[in-house]
């Protein structure tokens, strides 16, 4: 089954980024529906940065403002939890710079997620990517350029080995993107206080024994770790139980989680070709945290942002795009 993902963050300039900073600095967070800026959660457990100037945050401004106080503590429930930053190629630098700056800002790293391999999500929702593998290789050098020493955390290429292993992504380009993906791993290694986890695909997917060797040949030993369940709906313990049979095969590497719409499982109904796309009836799953419990999970991260569409499918707008209903829904379980 596949699962697709957004096409990209909403572009935002630095300058806007690091001022938005400024009402999100410190441990303080206000959690209660209230209609204050949107504040950083506890540095200790949860490290990473909450964009006070989201779509989510703007969303549930937007719902104060309107007098819908219920909708609107129900959107912050999302807007309060840092989640990833789907970068865009046409200012990669820019963002990339934007957000780490305003993440250190605030004395918390930046989450961020690059997805823009070449013949990606092989031509479907989210399809597209750079336009060759010169092109995503000055991409790379352009995310790099824009982290320099700050701190970041870069999920690598949601669906790009997995679509390989399934033959999505036609066995012509490969070995290109076998390159692309290590020459990535390293180039993000290269940075002082970067890591850069690999995405291995899902809990419903497949099996390790299929993804395990692939993970290998993409330099998955070079990487800090792999991520799973990126934009899907397994379960954390499932997820959880999927990691750690991959990582036995791929060096005992660690793993991080994407809890953000698994709060109630998988949907089951439905074509099953698209129970990944906009399912009804999920929910927001574990808060982002690195408090996992087991040092070989690293975190539950917020991957996906929730609210944003998978897709033009079950009345949804474009990927990437807010769906305000949708996020509601999400919120209240």
Same mark, same amino acid.
């Given at each position: 089954? /596949? #699962? ?6 909403? +572009?935002? $300039? ?28 506890? =540095?200790?457990?949860? *490290? ?5 100037? !989201?779509?989510?945050? =703007?969303? +549930? ?5 309107? $007098? ?13 939890? &840092?989640?990833? %930053? ?7 630098? %820019? ?24 013949? #990606? ?15 995503? #290789? ?12 700050? &701190? ?10 997995? @679509? ?9 380009? @490969? %070995? ?15 940075? =002082? ?14 099996? &390790?024994?299929?993804?395990?060797? *692939? ?9 800090? $770790?792999?991520?799973?369940?990126? !934009?899907?709906? /397994?379960?954390?313990?499932? !997820? ?41 009836? #999920?929910?927001? $799953? ?19 942002? &929730?609210? %944003? ?7 949804? *707008? ?16």
């Amino acid at each position: 089954m /596949y #699962r697709k993902l957004r096409a990209g963050a909403v +572009a935002v $300039g630095a300058a806007l980024l690091v001022s938005a900073c400024s009402s999100g600095g410190g441990d303080n967070n206000e959690g209660d529906g209230s209609t204050g800026p949107v504040k950083q959660q506890p =540095k200790g457990a949860d *490290p990473f940065w909450v964009n006070p100037d !989201s779509k989510a945050a =703007k969303a +549930a401004a937007a719902l104060a403002k309107d $007098g819908k106080d219920d909708e609107a503590a129900k959107v912050r429930k999302i807007a309060e939890q &840092p989640s990833g %930053e789907w970068l865009l190629p046409e200012n990669a630098t %820019e963002q990339a710079r934007g957000y780490t700056e305003a993440a250190q800002k605030a004395d918390r790293d930046a989450l961020l997620v690059v997805y823009n391999i070449p013949h #990606r999500d092989c031509g479907q929702y989210s399809g597209g990517g750079a336009a060759d593998g010169n092109a995503y #290789r000055e991409f790379i050098d352009q995310v790099a350029a824009g982290i320099g020493d700050r &701190p970041a955390t870069v999920i690598l290429e949601p669906d790009a080995v997995q @679509h390989m292993v399934d033959n999505c992504t036609p066995e012509q380009f @490969h %070995e290109e993107r076998y390159d692309l993906l290590k020459g990535a791993i390293a180039k993000f290694n290269s940075l =002082k206080d970067t890591k850069v986890y690999l995405d291995a695909g899902n809990a419903g997917w497949g099996k &390790p024994d299929q993804i395990y060797e *692939p993970l290998k040949w993409s330099g998955i030993d070079q990487a800090d $770790g792999f991520s799973v369940n990126v !934009s899907n709906f /397994y379960t954390t313990e499932e !997820s959880v139980k999927y990691g750690k049979e991959l990582s036995a095969k791929v060096g005992n590497k660690p793993f991080v989680v994407d809890t953000s719409r698994n709060g109630n499982g998988p949907y089951t109904g439905g074509a099953a070709d698209e129970r990944w796309c906009n399912p009804p009836g #999920r929910a927001l $799953g574990e808060k982002p945290t690195t408090k996992t419990g087991d040092p070989q999970v690293k975190a539950y991260l917020w991957v996906k942002r &929730p609210g %944003e569409s998978d897709g033009t499918c079950k009345g949804g *707008p474009k990927a990437g795009e807010w769906w305000g209903e949708y996020a509601v829904k999400l919120a209240n379980g």
